[in-house]
Structure formats: C-alpha cells, structure tokens
C-alpha cells in the first residue's frame, strides 16, 4: 500500500502549475458522446477519476487516447453499451453518460453510481429531469433504465440546486426538440465550461453563468477542439499549502475569479495576494489568525470541495473558527485524523468548532476520502516531526503528482511503497 511520508515545517517557495479541473473534463468527457467525430481536449489531468471516465467510455466504442495533456477522442464507433457496474461504481461521475445514450439512442442503461465517501448523494433530481424531458425512467435491480422516442423541451426548476444534474439535463437539452429553460442551474464554472464546450459543438445555449439556462434544441452537434478550464480546488488546496506553512508562492495557471470566496477568507487570517490575469501569489502573515466562521454554499459561496482543506489551516491558527458545511452536512471525517495529530475540533451535527493550537504533531494518519486526504497533506506540512498517511490513493482521484509539485516548492514529502 502507498503512503506518504512527510517532515513537517518546511518552508516552501516558487512557482507552481495547476492543472486542468477534474470535475469539467468528466462531463465533458462524456458530452463527446453527443456527436459522432475526433475531438481533441487539452488541459486533461492525468487523474484517476479521468481513467475511470475514459474506462467507461471505451466499454461504449469510444476511442479514448490521453497523452500528457492532451486527450483525443473519437465517438465514430460509439454504441452505447451498457454502464457496466464494475467501472460505474468506482466513480459518481459515471451518471454522466445517462444524458447523451437518451438524446441520441433513445433509451439508457446505467448502474447506479457509486465512489462517494461523503454521505448520501441521491441522483433523483438527474432521474427527475430526464423525465421532465419526456423520458420513462425505471429502477431494476440496481440499474437506471430509461427510454424516450424523442426528448422535448420543457420548463424545470431544480427544488435543490445540483451540479450533476444541472450537467446532464443541458447535455440532453442540446438534442431535445424544442425550447428548455432550466431554473435554479447550478452556476459552478465546470457547468459553465461544459455550455461553453457545448456551443462550441453547435448547441444553442443562452444565460451561461446565470442560474438560468435556456436551450434551443438543434438537430445534431459536431466534433471540436477544446481547453478545459484550470481546477479552482487544486489551486486553493496550494494556496493554502503556502498559508499553512508560512510561505510565499505563486500558484500558475489558475482563473482568480473562479477563488474569491476563498481568498476572502484567507485575507481575514492576515494573507495578502498579488493577483495577475492568471496566476495567484500567496503573501502569508507571520501569526494567522482564525476566521471566525465558514459557511460552504453552492458557487460562487465558499466550496465544500475546500472545507476540509481550510479546517486543516485553522487548526494552527489564533483563536477559534466554526465551519459550517451545508452542501454536505456529514463531510466531517477528516476531523479524528486531524486530532491524531494534535488538533482541537468539536463535532456538532454539520457544524465543526476548531480551536486553534500552538502546532501540530507528526503521527500516523488515514485518508477517507479525496479532499480529506489534501487536508491531512496541508496538516503534515504544518506538523512537527514526521506525519505518515495511508490510502492516499484517494488523493490520485483529484490531484495529478501532488508530491511531486509540493516538492519541487520545498517540501520534504516522499511517496513510499
């Protein structure tokens, strides 16, 4: 089993590169399949959940070739075979596929996704817009079976707001026939970077960025070139990897914009930044100072997917912060591995209580999911002595070469066989 090995309290410096964002390359992955072509999409990371995606897709006659960066597909050969459960339940982005077998084939088969560690994440608002749409959708014996002689567009306000299946009702809209408004859409930059990779293919879509969607049905899209945007997530978790231990960076190859929230509230802990069209440097304060409360909310709020990664930060901070998750009420598992190494957090249902302390001390640990693993990462940096933790292959699902690019900043992490 893998694991790394970290030597805390180094100071880190330089540059480093973001790469492209995992949870736009997936439905856009899956989106190639709306149209029979070669596309070629850069910006790609080499993670896990990307060769989980490429898996799927090839199970389905789709050519999928990734090479550094850059990832060529071709749906020329595409059949739309079943969602095997084997690949489909390493990774809740398989749903993805639902939208484009249903819009081109008529009728879709997928086992019900899995690969999630942070509690219940139902997809009856993805079953419940495809309906809407004008699709039958039946549950049998573990598989999503769905059928529809055409898709129509319709009107569809989403009671909850949901990334996922705000993703996979545009991909379906694009082939409906007729006009479709979708309401309360998520307005996440991946559901952003997935119209855009859209439009580009020929769909008509308008109110891109907004929490209102329209889409005109057109008869068919075509193949295209694409660069994925940079991973916002990736780029927090570094950010805060320079504010955690003290240290000046700069973070490449990221879009600012997409990081307010964040940067909001790591300027209240005493950082300061210099910001450039895109990259983000990171001036960290001598004494960091609790930001007293952290709300995680849908975009453009203060994302879940950082939540653990900043309660690692507060853990050495002055004073005590209360962080609230209300994406995920029971994203907390990651707080009995950070008091292993000193930390002091109390639990009360979706709320976290952390009181900073003096400093954090090296000790075995064990990732749960993928974020909590970049938490426990930043809380080894900031730790004496040695930290060791284990099942970091979660941590490969999000972040390409994470020990590597820490290192080449100063850090002293190995990755141990």
Sequence with gaps: MEKFVIRGQKKLSGAVEIGGAKNAVLPIMAATMLARGKFVLENVPQLQDVKFMASLLQTMGVSVQHQGST?????TGVCFREAPYDIVRKMRASIYVLAPQLALLGKASVSFPGGCAIGARPVDLHLKAMESLGAQVNINHGNILAFADSLTGCSFYFEK????ATANMLMASCLAKGRTVIEN????PEIDDLAHF???MGASITGIGGSTLTIEGVESLHSCDYKVIPDRIEAGTFLLAGAITGSHITVKNCCPGHLKALLQKMEETGCRFEVNENDIKVISPEKIISSKKIITTEYPG??????AQFMAYMCVAEGSCIIEDTVFPDRFMHVAELSRLGANIQIDKNIAIVEGVDSL???KV????????????LAGLASENITEIMRIYHIKRGYENIEKKLKKLGADIELIN
Excluded at 161 to 164: A, L, Q
Excluded at 366 to 377: K, N
């Design 366 to 377: 064990m990732a749960t999911d993928l974020r909590a693993s970049a938490a426990l990462v």
């Design 361 to 363: 001390s090296g000790a």
């Design 185 to 188: 859409a998520a307005k996440e």
């Design 71 to 75: 990832m060529h597909i071709d749906t």
């Design 161 to 164: 707001i949901s990334v996922g």
């Design 302 to 307: 203060f994302p879940t997917d950082l939540q």
């Design 198 to 200: 859209l439009v580009k």
